[in-house]
């Protein structure tokens, strides 16, 4: 006999809640005691919904070692979830699958000297989870940090990423990380100005990260729309890197952001 629906998920208190721009928002849940993630994995949240239940799946930003769960999330218009995060308010209920999922992990590359995050929008919140783990700078000689999106006002974890740099597990290994955000849709500040895919074919990524891309030393992560990671994939074959699998190592590891 199956478990009943309530066997596989916990019931948590929403504790904040901050709306950064009409379409992105982030907030924080209680988490339970045995709740354990490794960083880059997912949880799935959900809400009562009549008879039944609503369910979508949200990237982690907390550390593996936080006590809270933190997560950034874009706001679909019209989307069922959306609607209810977008009323959410602290102190509300939310229910949280027990089992986290994913295998955006950079443990399972087996070689490599330098990790390239490249996100569009809520992509980077697996990325903001795994560089506050000591182990990954102690891993990699450098790491670059990429965040795409369409407007200047979408670079909301600006800051977050600055304070690395006093970060009391990770500040010691803060001068590896190349920090680009990438603006599409207006000229910004400090901010490259194409498609992740264009920048990779064009050399400019490699320019803004001040870092030389090679098979040999080289490891992408990719998170973030389907059509972004598609076309960044293609791109990257192209340059003459392949997917990483368990028996046949490569330098590319990616999953669509939720």
């Given at each position: 006999?199956?478990?009943?629906?309530?066997?596989?998920f916990?019931?948590?208190?929403?504790?904040?809640?901050?709306?950064?721009?009409?379409?992105?928002?982030?907030?924080a849940?209680?988490r339970?005691?045995?709740?354990?993630?490794?960083?880059?994995?997912?949880?799935?949240l959900?809400f009562?919904?009549?008879?039944?239940?609503?369910?979508?799946?949200?990237?982690?930003?907390?550390?593996?070692?936080?006590?809270?769960?933190?997560?950034?999330?874009?706001?679909?218009?019209?989307?069922?979830?959306?609607?209810?995060?977008a009323?959410?308010?602290?102190?509300?209920?939310?229910?949280?699958d027990?089992t986290a999922?994913?295998?955006?992990?950079?443990g399972?590359?087996?070689?490599g000297?330098?990790?390239?995050?490249?996100?569009?929008?809520?992509?980077?919140?697996?990325?903001?989870?795994?560089?506050?783990?000591?182990?990954?700078?102690?891993r990699?000689?450098?790491?670059?940090?990429?965040?795409?999106?369409?407007?200047?006002?979408?670079?909301?974890?600006n800051?977050?990423?600055?304070?690395?740099?006093?970060?009391?597990?990770?500040?010691?290994?803060?001068?590896?990380?190349?920090?680009?955000?990438?603006?599409?849709?207006?000229?910004?500040?400090?901010?490259?100005?194409?498609?992740?895919?264009?920048l990779?074919?064009?050399?400019?990524?490699?320019?803004g990260?001040?870092?030389?891309?090679?098979?040999?030393r080289?490891?992408?992560?990719?998170?973030?729309?389907?059509?972004?990671?598609?076309?960044?994939?293609?791109?990257?074959?192209?340059?003459?890197?392949?997917?990483?699998r368990?028996?046949?190592?490569?330098?590319?590891?990616?999953?669509?952001?939720?």
């Amino acid at each position: 006999m199956s478990a009943a629906p309530e066997a596989k998920f916990t019931e948590e208190t929403v504790l904040w809640v901050k709306q950064l721009t009409p379409k992105l928002m982030s907030f924080a849940i209680t988490r339970p005691h045995s709740y354990r993630f490794s960083a880059g994995q997912f949880s799935r949240l959900g809400f009562r919904d009549g008879a039944g239940y609503i369910w979508r799946a949200y990237s982690i930003v907390s550390a593996e070692y936080a006590d809270t769960l933190e997560y950034f999330v874009i706001l679909i218009e019209n989307g069922a979830m959306s609607q209810r995060l977008a009323q959410m308010q602290a102190g509300q209920s939310i229910l949280l699958d027990k089992t986290a999922f994913g295998f955006l992990l950079p443990g399972r590359f087996t070689d490599g000297e330098d990790l390239i995050m490249l996100s569009t929008g809520s992509g980077i919140a697996p990325f903001l989870s795994m560089l506050q783990q000591p182990q990954l700078w102690e891993r990699f000689q450098h790491i670059g940090l990429v965040h795409s999106v369409s407007y200047a006002n979408e670079l909301v974890f600006n800051q977050r990423v600055e304070e690395f740099h006093q970060h009391p597990l990770v500040a010691e290994y803060a001068h590896k990380l190349s920090w680009q955000p990438v603006v599409t849709r207006e000229e910004t500040n400090g901010a490259l100005n194409q498609r992740l895919p264009e920048l990779l074919h064009n050399g400019s990524l490699a320019q803004g990260l001040n870092l030389a891309f090679s098979p040999q030393r080289t490891r992408f992560m990719l998170c973030g729309n389907p059509a972004m990671v598609a076309d960044t994939f293609k791109t990257l074959l192209n340059m003459g890197y392949s997917m990483h699998r368990n028996k046949l190592p490569g330098q590319i590891i990616m999953e669509n952001g939720f």
